[in-house]
Protein backbone atom coordinates (compact mmCIF):
# COMPACT_ATOMS: atom_id res chain seq x y z
CA UNK A 1 0.00 0.00 0.00
CA UNK A 2 1.02 3.48 -0.87
CA UNK A 3 1.42 6.65 0.90
CA UNK A 4 -1.20 8.76 -0.54
CA UNK A 5 0.66 12.11 -1.32
CA UNK A 6 -0.58 15.90 -0.17
CA UNK A 7 -2.86 16.79 -2.74
CA UNK A 8 -4.71 13.59 -3.08
CA UNK A 9 -5.36 13.74 0.82
CA UNK A 10 -7.13 17.28 -0.17
CA UNK A 11 -8.69 16.27 -3.00
CA UNK A 12 -11.21 13.83 -1.01
CA UNK A 13 -12.31 16.57 1.60
CA UNK A 14 -15.54 17.83 1.20
CA UNK A 15 -15.64 21.36 -0.88
CA UNK A 16 -17.76 23.69 1.04
CA UNK A 17 -21.01 24.43 -1.12
CA UNK A 18 -22.74 28.13 -1.02
CA UNK A 19 -26.39 26.99 0.01
CA UNK A 20 -28.61 28.11 -2.33
CA UNK A 21 -31.51 31.02 -0.53
CA UNK A 22 -34.67 28.34 -0.54
CA UNK A 23 -37.14 31.14 0.15
CA UNK A 24 -40.24 31.42 -2.57
CA UNK A 25 -41.07 34.51 -1.30
CA UNK A 26 -39.42 37.61 -1.12
CA UNK A 27 -37.66 39.18 2.49
CA UNK A 28 -37.75 42.92 3.50
CA UNK A 29 -34.63 43.73 5.39
CA UNK A 30 -35.71 45.83 8.11
CA UNK A 31 -33.04 48.53 9.44
CA UNK A 32 -32.81 49.51 12.88
CA UNK A 33 -33.92 52.97 12.18
CA UNK A 34 -37.15 51.64 10.69
CA UNK A 35 -37.71 49.84 14.42
CA UNK A 36 -40.06 46.64 13.59
CA UNK A 37 -40.73 45.58 17.61
CA UNK A 38 -42.09 42.69 18.44
CA UNK A 39 -43.56 40.63 21.41
CA UNK A 40 -43.09 37.37 21.50
CA UNK A 41 -45.03 34.88 24.08
CA UNK A 42 -43.88 31.20 24.59
CA UNK A 43 -45.75 29.40 27.09
CA UNK A 44 -47.16 30.69 30.85
CA UNK A 45 -46.93 34.26 31.25
CA UNK A 46 -43.67 34.19 29.46
CA UNK A 47 -42.92 37.63 26.97
CA UNK A 48 -39.67 38.46 25.30
CA UNK A 49 -39.19 41.89 23.20
CA UNK A 50 -37.44 41.51 20.22
CA UNK A 51 -36.43 43.47 17.20
CA UNK A 52 -37.11 42.54 13.42
CA UNK A 53 -34.55 41.90 11.54
CA UNK A 54 -36.26 40.58 8.77
CA UNK A 55 -39.69 39.90 7.38
CA UNK A 56 -41.65 37.61 4.64
CA UNK A 57 -45.59 36.72 4.48
CA UNK A 58 -44.28 33.16 6.11
CA UNK A 59 -42.04 34.15 8.65
CA UNK A 60 -39.89 36.80 10.50
CA UNK A 61 -36.22 36.95 11.84
CA UNK A 62 -36.20 38.64 15.41
CA UNK A 63 -33.15 39.58 17.33
CA UNK A 64 -33.30 39.48 21.22
CA UNK A 65 -30.97 40.93 23.86
CA UNK A 66 -29.31 38.78 25.74
CA UNK A 67 -31.40 38.83 28.71
CA UNK A 68 -34.75 38.59 26.73
CA UNK A 69 -33.96 35.42 23.98
CA UNK A 70 -37.21 33.31 24.33
CA UNK A 71 -36.52 29.83 26.08
CA UNK A 72 -38.33 27.83 23.82
CA UNK A 73 -36.81 24.79 21.09
CA UNK A 74 -37.02 24.66 17.76
CA UNK A 75 -40.87 24.02 16.64
CA UNK A 76 -42.33 25.72 19.40
CA UNK A 77 -45.73 27.45 19.00
CA UNK A 78 -45.60 30.53 19.72
CA UNK A 79 -47.33 33.78 19.35
CA UNK A 80 -45.88 36.85 17.98
CA UNK A 81 -47.15 40.47 18.18
CA UNK A 82 -45.97 43.09 15.54
CA UNK A 83 -46.30 46.84 16.40
CA UNK A 84 -46.40 48.74 13.31
CA UNK A 85 -47.87 52.69 12.65
CA UNK A 86 -49.33 52.49 16.36
CA UNK A 87 -51.26 49.40 15.69
CA UNK A 88 -50.24 45.61 16.60
CA UNK A 89 -51.11 42.05 15.05
CA UNK A 90 -50.64 38.90 17.07
CA UNK A 91 -49.46 36.49 14.61
CA UNK A 92 -49.61 32.54 15.89
CA UNK A 93 -46.13 31.05 14.53
CA UNK A 94 -43.41 28.22 15.16
CA UNK A 95 -39.78 28.68 15.86
CA UNK A 96 -38.05 27.79 13.43
CA UNK A 97 -34.65 28.00 13.86
CA UNK A 98 -32.20 29.75 16.63
CA UNK A 99 -28.57 31.27 15.83
CA UNK A 100 -27.42 33.08 19.17
CA UNK A 101 -29.77 35.62 20.30
CA UNK A 102 -31.77 35.44 16.93
CA UNK A 103 -34.89 33.56 16.62
CA UNK A 104 -36.41 32.41 13.05
CA UNK A 105 -40.38 32.02 13.08
CA UNK A 106 -42.81 30.90 10.52
CA UNK A 107 -46.09 31.65 10.43
CA UNK A 108 -48.23 28.51 8.82
CA UNK A 109 -51.34 29.65 9.33
CA UNK A 110 -51.01 32.40 7.08
CA UNK A 111 -49.05 30.45 4.56
CA UNK A 112 -51.78 27.54 4.39
CA UNK A 113 -55.05 29.84 4.51
CA UNK A 114 -56.90 29.56 1.25
CA UNK A 115 -57.05 32.20 -0.81
CA UNK A 116 -60.07 34.54 -0.15
CA UNK A 117 -60.09 38.40 -1.35
CA UNK A 118 -59.07 38.91 2.75
CA UNK A 119 -55.64 41.41 3.11
CA UNK A 120 -52.68 39.11 4.51
CA UNK A 121 -52.10 40.09 7.74
CA UNK A 122 -48.54 41.38 7.06
CA UNK A 123 -49.61 43.22 3.50
CA UNK A 124 -49.54 46.46 5.05
CA UNK A 125 -46.24 46.04 6.99
CA UNK A 126 -44.56 44.56 3.97
CA UNK A 127 -46.31 46.92 1.69
CA UNK A 128 -44.71 50.09 3.59
CA UNK A 129 -41.36 49.05 3.90
CA UNK A 130 -40.54 48.15 0.03
CA UNK A 131 -41.97 51.41 -0.46
CA UNK A 132 -38.91 52.63 2.05
CA UNK A 133 -36.63 50.74 0.70
CA UNK A 134 -37.21 51.83 -2.77
CA UNK A 135 -37.08 55.48 -1.92
CA UNK A 136 -33.91 54.50 -0.05
CA UNK A 137 -32.56 53.85 -3.17
CA UNK A 138 -33.22 56.76 -5.16
Known sequence: MRNASLLEIDSRRPVP?????RRMVRRLSVTPQQALPVVIRCGQGIVCKGRVINVSVQGMLVEFSIDQVPPVPVSAKVDVKLHYLGDSI???G???HRMGRKMGFHFPALVNQPKRNVKHPLAVVLHSLSRAVASSKN
Do not use: N
Open 17 to 21: VAQKD
Open 90 to 92: WLP
Open 94 to 96: LVR
